[in-house]
Nanobody, 118 residues
Framework: QMQLQESGPGLVKPSETLSLTCTVS??????????WAWIRQPPGKGLEWMGR???????SYSPSLRSRTSISRDTSKNQFSLQLRSVTPEDTAVYYC??????????WGQGTQVTPSP
């Protein structure tokens, strides 16, 4: 059964870059059946889609976060990563990686709390 696991520091200083990695087990990032996304949920708010990676390496970003966000992958490790630059306290959220299938996200990581703090 496919599983996703986020990793990375939970604390980051304002103005610095947040870096998270999602490791995919029992599956392949290059499978044409799936897409791979980063999604976050600020406290007390709904889910916010940040960006998506396709099996062929094409990436789409949320327009509101495009200028600060980079998504990349390492197919040899079956990992994909998120970088969010110039973080502020407003970037406090639980960050999730997720697998997309047929216009929905059906497998999620457990989520990792990120809190920008001096």
């Amino acid at each position: 059964q496919m599983q996703l696991q986020e990793s990375g520091p939970g604390l980051v200083k304002p103005s610095e870059t947040l870096s998270l990695t999602c490791t995919v087990s029992a599956g392949s990032l290059t499978s044409s059946s799936y897409t791979w996304a980063w999604i976050r949920q600020p406290p007390g708010k709904g889910l916010e889609w940040m960006g998506r990676l396709r099996h062929n390496g094409m990436i789409s970003y949320s327009p509101s976060l495009r200028s600060r966000t980079s998504i990349s992958r390492d197919t040899s490790k079956n990992q994909f990563s998120l970088q969010l630059r110039s973080v502020t306290p407003e970037d406090t959220a639980v960050y999730y990686c997720a697998r997309g299938l047929n216009w929905s996200y059906d497998v999620w990581g457990q989520g990792t709390q990120v809190t920008p703090s001096p």
